[in-house]
Every structure is written in structure tokens, then in C-alpha cells.
T-cell receptor, first 112, second 114 residues
Framework: NAGVTQTPKFQVLKTGQSMTLQCAQDMNHNSMYWYRQDPGMGLRLIYYSASEGTTDKGEVPNGYNVSRLNKREFSLRLESAAPSQTSVYFC???????????FGDGTRLSIL | AQSVTQLGSHVSVSEGALVLLRCNYSSSVPPYLFWYVQYPNQGLQLLLKYTSAATLVKGINGFEAEFKKSETSFHLTKPSAHMSDAAEYFCAVSGQGGSEKLVFGKGTKLTVNP
């Protein structure tokens, strides 16, 4: 039972490069999320998808795009990476409103 | 809008001592509240959740939290700290109007001294 799987686990990019972070869940959850975690800032929501076919901006969407490929998969794309996007990125999923979210182990991204 | 304040970004206790991590929330509707734990280099794991069934909620690893509406608080406690409890703890409140979003506090890092 894998839960929420994120790939890759680590990545180093140069400024201006592009990259897609992948996330897949096997719990038949409806909603999926992308967060970034920075020291002292807690978790900040980048984008979320309440159901297959829908996506919405969160608190810090600038510089990112997302795709809800199907019910299982939700990807996050950095089109032109900037040093300010150095962070740990977490994907999460949930069955629906008021339910706990289940998290992946994160992608540690460094942009030089 | 919903918000969460965790008092104390760092808390240090001795092994065997009481753990108390503070969380206050702001919500215009009856809240659903969660505590998560994050061990180094891992994702967040659910410790417990409050869904209005009972004000005292028991979670995993001996943790519990009490919902106090009058104080808008949901503090996390454990009677006796263990070295393995060293981690970062996050309080979260559900979004308004049935939103699937959660609003997280900034986290409290717990250190347990031998």
C-alpha cells in the first residue's frame, strides 16, 4: 500500500531550467494538493485539485503550473526555475471535505 | 478566513516530562482540527483529528488534544515524552464552507533531552 508517491526525491536545477514534479496516489482520493515547505513558514498551498478535471490556485501559485492528469496523478511544473523556488515540495491527497490529508515524502529541490 | 497560530516555534522538554504544544485557531464556522507530525526528511503524518464528536481526542503514540471552544484552542499533550517524539508538529484547521483545503500553522519543533 504505497499511499502518496512523489518523484523525484531530490533534484538540483540551474536558474531558468524547467522541471515537472510527479505525484500519484493509490487511495482513490478525489482531492490532491501541492505545498511548499520553507523554514519558519509552515506549509503553503501552491495549487490544489478538488476533483479530476479541476484545478485552483492556492496561496503561492506564481511561477508554477499544475495538471491533474487523471484521478491518481497530479503534477507540478516549474517553467523557468528561480532560486526563490528552492524548497521542499509535498503532494497530498484526501477523500473529501473535513477528511485528513495524506502526504508523500516530499521532493527536495535546489535551484542554483 | 480560517487561521491557526502555534505558540512557540521551538519547545524543549526532558525525557519523561509532560509535552504541551499550543494551537489556537480562528474560524467563523465549527472547525475541523488536525494535528500532524513530521519526522526529519519525511512527510506529514496524521496524529489525531477533531470532528465535533468529543472534545478530548486521542491519537497515536500516546498523544491527545482537547478542543476548547471558549478559548478557541486545540492544544496537544502527552504525559511523558520519549526520545522518539522529537519532531516537528503542525496544527491545521479545515477551510471554510466545506472546502477541502487545510490551513496550517507554522509548526513547533519539539526537542526531547535525555
Amino acid at each position: 500500500n504505497a499511499g502518496v508517491t512523489q518523484t523525484p526525491k531530490f533534484q538540483v536545477l540551474k536558474t531558468g531550467q524547467s522541471m515537472t514534479l510527479q505525484c500519484a496516489q493509490d487511495m482513490n482520493h478525489n482531492s490532491m494538493y501541492w505545498y511548499r515547505q520553507d523554514p519558519g513558514m509552515g506549509l503553503r498551498l501552491i495549487y490544489y485539485s478538488a476533483s479530476e478535471g479541476t484545478t485552483d490556485k492556492g496561496e503561492v501559485p506564481n511561477g508554477y503550473n499544475v495538471s491533474r492528469l487523471n484521478k491518481r496523478e497530479f503534477s507540478l511544473r516549474l517553467e523557468s526555475a528561480a532560486p526563490s523556488q528552492t524548497s521542499v515540495y509535498f503532494c497530498a491527497s484526501t477523500l473529501g471535505p473535513y477528511q485528513p490529508q495524506h502526504f508523500g515524502d516530499g521532493t527536495r529541490l535546489s535551484i542554483l | 478566513a480560517q487561521s491557526v497560530t502555534q505558540l512557540g516555534s521551538h519547545v524543549s522538554v526532558s525525557e519523561g516530562a509532560l509535552v504541551l504544544l499550543r494551537c489556537n485557531y480562528s474560524s467563523s464556522v465549527p472547525p475541523y482540527l488536525f494535528w500532524y507530525v513530521q519526522y526529519p526528511n519525511q512527510g506529514l503524518q496524521l496524529l489525531l483529528k477533531y470532528t465535533s464528536a468529543a472534545t478530548l481526542v486521542k491519537g497515536i503514540n500516546g498523544f491527545e488534544a482537547e478542543f476548547k471552544k471558549s478559548e478557541t484552542s486545540f492544544h496537544l499533550t502527552k504525559p511523558s515524552a520519549h526520545m522518539s517524539d522529537a519532531a516537528e508538529y503542525f496544527c491545521a484547521v479545515s477551510g471554510q464552507g466545506g472546502s477541502e483545503k487545510l490551513v496550517f500553522g507554522k509548526g513547533t519543533k519539539l526537542t526531547v533531552n535525555p
